[in-house]
């Protein structure tokens, strides 16, 4: 049987100017009741509880007018004391605090409310107007954004941000309501703003030709390339600004580029630089100087398999690491920073490395030369074992994103979040009721201006 949902709502009415306030305060006191209800969602109960409320509502605005010029106030405080979320968090039938008298509870004052509420249709506003969605496709993109405020740890408002950048990427009102889960996902399991991380996502697989309907399971691989590698997802997404066109345009999949950013990064290159290190180092292999192109033939390098087709960007590392594994070459110097291939060249030939190794690394320094050398040093020299867990986390991601935010909410400061999340969603529910009301009057008061 569904928990007990109970929600007061109290409202008082205030002209503080005349003696009215009694007979005001009288009518609204029509609204200090307890709704009830068994098997509803917390949201249902409380749609249900404001339409109840409308003819007073009414009764508020035509007061309203009566005391025209006089200063008013209107209040509205919410207390809820079993919403879904809560429950998740205490079992306020059972849980000893309860026993003790302690209720957690959310309120908020009429602007509080009407700015929650006011901001959400803002963003909603903005949607539209970028994707030119229908009106009854706004209706469900309004709907999805109102859910996942209530259900996630992120706001309603938030959620229409995240629509927003969709809808900048082209995205059609379907792929938005599809897609929108599996980025919020991720943006809980990062710990990023959502809006960023929609951007990051919606840029990023544009530019990898990835339809939106493989949202999840992108979000999914970006997840497992920053929990198994010193990254995280802002910083990948730097990266992708980079190097994601060319590695669309070559047919490399997301999988294996993450794995190489993810390889750069653990030897602390990382964002921009990966970025552009691996951007370099693929330009340098596709065009090779005549210097680079007898070291490529030397060492058995090659963009291309022996019957013609295109290497994958896996294939090309294995490659590299296949013909270059034990340079074992210092990519940092002792404060942390990333050696030049002057540095590299000389630190190795100062430890004593044999004349074959010097002689891959001349021929590697040939190939990719000084801004990309380091980052790819990091995919050659990556111990096998390293190499194969990374790969494998990543080839092996499905529903990474959504394990990971589950598992960082689970405490409770998440439970707190996801409490202010559900509040939130109590704040726009009524103030979408009250904003046709505050509208009516904000126009009729600026029709009354001098």
Known sequence: MAAKVVIDVAARFTDQVTGQAGRAESAIRKLEKRAKALGHTRVAVTLQTVDRATRV????????????????????????????????????????????????????????????????????????????????????????????????????????????????????????????????????ASGEELGTVSDIVTDAMTAFGLKAEEVTHFADVLAAASSNSNTNVSMLGESFKYIAPLAGSLGFTIEDTATALGLMANSGIKASMSGTALRGALTAMLNPSKKAAAAMDKYGISMKNPDGSSKTLMQIMENLRASFGDLDAAILNADGDINDSDSILGLAKAAGKSAEQMEKLEAVSTLFGDRALPGMLSIIQASEKDFKKLSNAIENSEGTAKSMSEIMLDNLQGSLVLLQSAADGVKSSIGERLAPYLRQFVEWLTAKMP
């Open 57 to 188: 509502l009414n009764n508020i605005w035509t007061t309203g007018k009566r005391i025209a010029g006089k200063v008013w106030r209107t209040t509205v405080t919410v207390l809820d004391k079993a919403t879904a979320p809560i429950r998740g968090i205490l079992n306020l039938l059972k849980n000893p605090l309860l026993q003790l008298g302690i209720v957690i509870g959310v309120s908020g004052g009429i602007s509080d409310v009407v700015k929650t509420y006011a901001s959400f249709e803002a963003k909603l506003s903005e949607v539209k107007a970028i994707s030119g969605a229908s009106a009854i496709e706004m209706e469900k993109l309004n709907a999805k954004a109102a859910e996942m405020g209530r259900t996630t740890k992120f706001t309603a408002t938030e959620a229409g941000d995240a629509l927003k950048y969709m809808a900048m990427a082209g995205w059609k009102a379907d792929d938005m309501l599809n897609g929108i889960e599996g980025i919020m996902h991720l943006a809980a």
